[in-house]
């Protein structure tokens, strides 16, 4: 018996020290994840002011993007059936890098470097002139996208159409947007409007909008004024309060009319 002892013993000696000869396990070093390169920022034109306006000309209206309406944000959108005839002022912003190579509204690349710009409304594509109210100046472009959904903005303009409106740095302005024909007909807007007003009403007898001017007055909402003007042959009151200096003060102001129940506020040249 001590002999098989003294053998067993043995044994378990011999297992220790191969148990204290291996090396233990070391954990392994997880693989690392490869991260994407970002996306190469595009290097601007040298010359902004040499990109020619959008040219005018006949086309269909896009497969995509021009559903009878649409919803964002839970306010419903109906698509224009014809841009002819379309004026409207309003506030202008701008789009530019962060979306530059991604998809429109009707299937095309989005081009910050291309005379375009999105709308809510009007068809796709369509041509318009916007017009800086706050300058003068004034660019054609192609809409072929939509946007943008934020109160009180009419429409957002390229990184080089809103450079051709000197309005990058301020990110938005005050501007007129006139649709064009094929032939890119249209009245242009005079470089000296700078008298900008939001127009809270218009009416056909003028103690409607004698009414309407003071209740906004008790409601010490700025300066109120009624205008007369003839549409048709026809007299025409319109309840105005301004001007406005500044989109700025042109949101305020659309602010306090919404406040009060007026919730179709728009710009207004005088």
């Known amino acids: 018996m001590r002999h098989a002892e003294r053998i067993i013993a043995l044994f378990v000696l011999a297992a220790l020290s191969a148990c204290r000869t291996q090396p233990f396990p070391q954990p392994q070093p997880e693989p690392e994840i490869p991260v994407p390169a970002p996306a190469p920022i595009p290097t601007p034109p040298p010359d902004v002011a040499k990109i020619p306006d959008a040219v005018p000309k006949p086309e269909p209206r896009s497969k995509r993007g021009n559903p009878p309406f649409y919803t964002v944000y839970g306010k419903r959108y109906h698509v224009l059936s014809s841009s002819s005839g379309y004026l409207e002022r309003g506030v202008a912003s701008w789009y530019g890098k962060d979306f530059h190579g991604g998809p429109t509204s009707n299937g095309e690349k989005y081009d910050m470097h291309a005379m375009t710009a ?56 005050l501007v007129e947007v006139r649709s064009l024909d094929a032939t890119g007909s249209a009245p242009t807007l005079p470089a000296n409007a700078n008298e900008l007003y939001v127009q809270a009403g218009a009416f056909g007898e003028e103690v409607n909008a004698n009414r309407l001017a003071q209740r906004l007055r008790a409601a010490g909402i700025g300066v109120v004024l009624v205008r007369r003007d003839e549409l048709n042959g026809k007299p025409l009151f319109r309840v105005r309060v301004g001007p406005v200096p500044s989109v700025a003060e042109f949101d305020r102001v659309v602010g306090e009319l ?12 005088d």
């Open 118 to 173: 999105a709308h809510k409304t009007l068809p796709l594509p369509a041509y318009v002139q916007v017009t800086n109210l706050k300058n003068g100046k004034s660019v054609v472009v192609r809409v072929n996208d939509r946007g943008p959904f934020v109160a009180n903005r009419l429409i957002d303009m390229s990184y080089s159409a809103a450079s051709r409106l000197d309005m990058v740095r301020e990110g938005t302005t």
């Open 258 to 269: 919404r406040g009060v129940g007026i919730t179709d506020a728009r710009l207004a040249v």
